[in-house]
């Protein structure tokens, strides 16, 4: 192989800028490069280079576990058989589709079938995610269904995505479902604050019966908005909480001297305790 064929050979493999190293040893020994096992030698004369470790460090990661060794022809035709295996499941661009996640797929001696069943049982998931988390993804994060199997997939990523977005997601259904229409950073806040599944329930639950309160029913008084009641219901909010607290009293107060504001059911309502 001539000089030029040499560097079309490291550029398919994503090593071109080795083509000095190359090209210097091709002056020092012009004739190693000849015959069938070219190619081999053109390995072992970058091997010992970071970018050569850079691009195959699964393949030397391999090694070092003590799997069978493969050829780096090998490891490009794993790599191939990744992406076609990614594209045919619709997986979201950035989802392991870099040389980094290959690596470890490939250290870890994980094949293209291998990943196939994994994004399918990423689907599975999905499909037995309760509705409600289902559409709060989509609506708070615009998941479709391949991302949302990503993120199920992927437990290394689960402290980044899965937990933060599904759990917050969590949150926002059991507050829809009690009529309260949440923000991915309300959600996410509840997560962040250790609020529980069966904490928010109870919260919102508590809120939802306590919408008399919230009303602007005496003089003076202006509504308290959603967003205010759930930072005093949760905490996330002393002003907000300091306010709750004040027209509570002060309706307290008035329903015991006889006043009529809470002659209805939801004024009535409103005197409650919230879940604080």
Do not use: C, H
Request: no cysteine; aromatic share 8%; glycine share 10%.
């Amino acid at each position: 192989m001539n000089y030029d064929d040499l560097v079309s050979f490291l550029e398919e493999f994503g090593l071109k800028d080795l083509a000095p190293l190359l090209r210097t040893a091709i002056e020092d020994d012009p004739t190693q490069f000849a015959g069938p096992f070219a190619q081999q030698r053109v390995f072992r004369t970058v091997r010992d280079t970071p970018q050569y470790k850079t691009r195959f460090k699964g393949l030397l990661d391999r090694e070092k576990a003590g799997l069978p060794p493969i050829s780096e022809g090998e490891y490009i035709k794993i790599e191939n058989d990744y992406r076609q295996v990614l594209r045919m499941n619709g997986m979201p661009k950035g989802f392991y589709d870099t040389p980094e996640d290959f690596a470890k797929f490939i250290s870890a001696d994980i094949r293209a079938d291998e990943l196939n069943t994994r994004i399918q049982a990423g689907y599975r998931a999905v499909n037995e995610t309760e509705p409600g988390t289902k559409e709060e993804l989509k609506r708070l994060y615009g998941l479709g269904d391949a991302d949302i199997a990503a993120f199920f997939l992927d437990p290394t990523r689960a402290q980044t995505e899965v937990v933060k977005k599904a759990e917050a997601s969590r949150r926002a259904a059991t507050a829809r479902e009690q009529g309260f229409n949440i923000s991915a950073t309300q959600a996410e806040e509840l997560v962040q604050r250790g609020v529980t599944q069966s904490e928010a329930a109870q919260g919102f639950g508590a809120l939802a019966q306590q919408q008399g309160l919230f009303e602007a029913q005496m003089a003076g008084e202006t509504a308290i908005g959603q967003q205010e009641q759930i930072a005093a219901a949760f905490g996330t909010s002393p002003e907000a909480a300091q306010r709750v607290a004040t027209r509570r009293r002060r309706r307290q107060a008035e329903f015991e001297a006889g006043g009529t504001f809470a002659a209805g059911q939801r004024g009535v309502a409103g005197l409650g305790t919230a879940n604080q």
